[in-house]
């Protein structure tokens, strides 16, 4: 045991109750009062029904036993039974634990609970400090008794009279030494100094005798050893130590010419060590020099019980990291303020907060940098409190301040405001600059709202503050993470309780096999062959039916069991994608990841795993990877990235270039330059530019797609179009030049059953299927007969395809019939339901 852990505030805890004891048991006018006040000392300290203090079936004193037919048979068997149960007129049976007397053989303190599992263990310690206290106010009162009895014996012989007198001044020594030692403990001096003091008492009582105090060390396995020793010479540590062992952890062994004597020292009923004291020339020791030892033992044990019970409660009540209290204490300090606001009239308030990129911290610095950060934070908050606020640590990176105010609500905004602004401020750890931000919030006691509930509300709100942060955003150029405060309301209430159901239902959901994969075809535009499919996850929920991934989404990112779901994504679609390609040898599937997924350590090993159990080709697998991860430190986001491609996957950088409406439909995320410096093969673009491209004010959107493809042809990456709805935009997106894209006009999200149906249906193409579809060439030699008066002579429908496509010849391996040659290591394309491919050449062509 850290015997010098002890903070000031601990040993003063100690000491008022050690001397509330000693004060309380001291004012007894006989013995039966001292016995009768230590029971009921013993029944407040721990609210118990019935304290009795007996020797076997013998009641010395009690409480909550009546005026008859005291349960002594009862008694008995429990005091040899070390606990158990009897019966009490008027209580009924009783649970019943046992604590013994120390200092006074045979003599044991027996407390019960007339309901419940009887008294929990950690609230016997205050019973064992009434035992203690109990023996020695005993003892002092038996030397009085003693003195009094020999001074009625009459004359005795000078012999005599001297032990006497020897007795009395030892005895009122250990007494002087009591007192001295209760202030020592009064004016908060460490633990170490008190057990030396110890020692060097009970050395000053026995002759100045050489005397050691011995304790196990917790941190060594329990291993004996000296901690404090007076007394010249020195006792030898090795006959200390071997009287220790021989005691057996109980009572006083007296020793001899060749043996120390020793009293056992206890820390809340188990042994630890023992006080010995040399007796080497001078004998065993006589009664009273043993009971003086004892006393002395009994100091040090109860000095360690204090020092172990304290911090047992300390560490009960507090968190271990930060020594803020824990969510425990800070409910019972928010009941007793909604309690006392009722009489003086002061109003409550709980923000609730959050750390905003914590969890990136600990993924890229470590555990050890995360918990600095967060003793840190604590620190921060300490300074943003007024006097009687109290900040706790909830759990993670989640904190709670209580405010109280004659305008709470106003109070709290300006502490939530000065919160924000000093978490906001950079940290530096290991060497590295790191910023986390605060989302709050914030919910005001009302009537009727209990301290859980406020609690609640407060979490609710802040949840609520964490979406409105992570859609703002970083602020470009300045790395400082968004911080957000949210007041609750009422109204958000259903909506908040409906998405925790959904977070607690996702544990459930993932193990019990609720989620499945839809699959969107992706589709080149040049001949609407399919050359992937992108996974879309979908939750059969058993309630609300079939839920798509906006419904719960937000909250499965805050869910334990995310990384869990996003590793059964990337083994199912990896396995339908081996499936998939014995049909279509070249097709792609492409998997979204969360962008804390992106920033984890384990993501690579995640993939790699996921590409190594189903066999799959890794130059198969496409990783869509959120463009908000360009907000991130780039080079902890190459690196991440770095190691997702080392796993031969593709990636694209998903949501790329979108148009803000909420600021005049300005393009974010229109330049390719930063991508010039990631491990990246290309990008998507993002639904609400392609809205844009065929809409009346649409040149700017097509402009940005245009060069978007320019650029991306010169860095050799690929550009992907998302949500292509009308014909038009296909026209306008091929002509900027970008060749893939996806979409409910190409292909709506449908079941693997629907989807592998279709490709095994179409298969891969035959190498007889030669020439330009029937359908294509009636089209083009319509388009002939409706040449305008003057123009030339129209082609026939050969002549035409030739025109557009090229020669008419026999395909290779791998072209498309009826579309331009390509290439025989390029992908087979495959025609879907949706746009067909010859209606896809029709409508480039009568766009010319």
């Not at 303190?109 to 064992?128: D, I, K, Y």
């Not at 994969?517 to 309630?543: K, N």
């Not at 292509?724 to 026209?731: C, K, Y």
């Amino acid at each position: 045991m850290d015997v010098a852990a002890l903070t000031p505030d601990q040993v003063g805890l100690a000491s008022q109750l050690l001397e509330h004891v000693l004060t309380e048991l001291s004012a007894g006018t006989s013995e039966r009062d001292v016995l009768s006040r230590a029971a009921a000392l013993a029944a407040d300290l721990v609210d118990a029904d019935v304290v009795v203090v007996c020797e076997g079936a013998h009641v010395h004193g009690g409480v909550g036993l009546g005026q008859r037919f005291l349960p002594e048979r009862g008694l008995a068997r429990v005091v040899r039974d070390g606990g158990g149960s009897f019966a009490v007129p008027g209580l009924g049976r009783v649970h019943a634990a046992v604590v013994e007397v120390p200092a006074l053989a045979g003599v044991h303190v027996v407390v019960g609970r007339a309901e419940g599992a009887g008294v929990p263990e950690a609230s016997l310690a205050a019973v064992r400090l009434v035992a203690r206290a109990l023996g020695l106010v005993v003892l002092s009162r038996h030397g009085r008794e003693r003195e009094r009895w020999h001074r009625q014996q009459g004359a005795r012989g000078a012999a005599e009279r001297g032990r006497l007198q020897q007795a009395l001044r030892q005895r009122e020594q250990v007494l002087t030494t009591s007192v001295r030692f209760q202030r020592a403990v009064s004016s908060r001096r460490p633990l170490p100094e008190l057990l030396v003091q110890i020692a060097a008492s009970s050395s000053e009582l026995m002759d100045h005798r050489a005397v050691a105090l011995v304790l196990a060390d917790p941190r060594s396995q329990m291993r004996m050893s000296v901690v404090a020793a007076v007394g010249e010479p020195a006792l030898d540590p090795e006959l200390a130590l071997a009287a220790t062992h021989a005691l057996g952890g109980f009572g006083v062994a007296v020793g001899d010419e060749a043996t120390p004597a020793a009293a056992a020292v206890h820390i809340n009923g188990r042994s630890v060590g023992a006080l010995v004291l040399d007796t080497l020339g001078s004998g065993p020791l006589d009664p009273v020099g043993a009971t003086v030892l004892r006393a002395f033992a009994e100091h040090a044990s109860m000095a360690l019980s204090h020092a172990d019970t304290v911090r047992a409660v300390e560490a009960a009540s507090s968190d271990s990291l930060t020594s803020l209290p824990n969510r425990a204490t800070l409910l019972r300090h928010l009941e007793v303020a909604l309690r006392v606001g009722e009489s003086d009239g002061l109003g409550t308030a709980v923000l609730f907060i959050d750390l905003n990129g914590f969890k990136q911290v600990n993924d890229s610095l470590g555990h050890a940098a995360g918990d600095e950060v967060l003793s840190r934070v604590a620190r921060r908050l300490r300074r943003c409190l007024r006097g009687d606020d109290v900040a706790a640590r909830l759990g993670g990176d989640e904190f709670a301040l209580v405010v109280r105010d004659l305008e709470p609500g106003r109070a709290a905004q300006r502490i939530a405001a000065r919160v924000q602004a000093d978490v906001a401020q950079p940290f530096e750890t290991g060497g590295t600059t790191v910023r986390v931000g605060a989302s709050i919030g914030i919910a005001v006691a009302a009537d009727g709202v209990g301290a859980a509930e406020l609690l609640r509300r407060a979490d609710s709100a802040m949840y609520i503050a964490k979406g409105e942060a992570h859609d703002a955003g970083p602020e470009a150029g300045t790395g400082i993470v968004p911080s957000c405060v949210v007041v609750f309301e009422a109204d958000v209430h259903d909506a908040d309780r409906l998405r925790r159901q959904l977070e607690h239902d996702l544990l459930r959901a993932v193990h019990d096999d609720e989620f499945e994969l839809a699959y969107q075809p992706i589709v080149r535009l040049a001949d609407g062959a399919v050359v992937g499919a992108e996974a879309l996850l979908r939750w059969r929920h058993r309630t609300r039916g079939l839920l798509e991934p906006g419904a719960f989404l937000a909250g499965a990112e805050r869910s334990p069991a995310v990384e869990e779901l996003w590793r059964w994504v990337l083994r199912t679609a990896c396995a339908q994608a081996v499936a998939w390609r014995e049909q279509v040898p070249d097709l792609s599937v492409t998997v979204n990841l969360s962008a804390a997924h992106v920033m984890t350590r384990g993501a690579a090993d995640d993939v790699r795993a996921a590409l190594t159990g189903a066999g799959l080709d890794p130059t198969a697998l496409v990783l869509d990877v959120p463009a908000d991860l360009l907000g991130e430190d780039p080079d902890l986001l190459a690196a991440r990235l770095k190691k997702l491609r080392a796993t031969g996957a593709r990636i694209l950088l998903d949501d790329f270039a979108t148009l803000d409406p909420g600021h005049g439909g300005v393009l974010v995320n229109h330049s390719l330059a930063p991508l010039r410096q990631l491990p990246v093969d290309g990008v998507k673009l993002d639904r609400t530019l392609v809205a844009e491209i065929d809409g009346a004010d649409g040149a700017d959107a097509l402009a940005a797609v245009r060069t978007l493809c320019e650029l991306g042809a010169a860095l050799d990456l690929g550009v992907v179009a998302e949500g292509v709805e009308r014909t038009e935009q296909a026209l306008l997106l091929t002509e900027a030049g970008c060749a893939v894209a996806q979409g409910v006009l190409l292909g709506a999200p449908r079941s693997v059953a629907e989807l592998g149906s279709e490709l095994t249906e179409l298969g891969p193409v035959e190498r007889a299927a030669a020439g330009p579809a029937l359908a294509d060439l009636v089209e083009l030699a319509e388009l002939g007969e409706a040449q305008e008066p003057g123009e030339p002579d129209a082609l026939d429908p050969a002549a035409l395809f030739a025109r557009e496509f090229g020669p008419v010849e026999v395909p290779r391996a791998g072209a498309v019939a009826g579309g331009p040659a390509v290439p025989a290591t390029g992908p087979v394309p495959v025609p879907i339901s949706g746009l067909r491919p010859h209606d896809l050449r029709a409508m480039l062509d009568r766009s010319r």
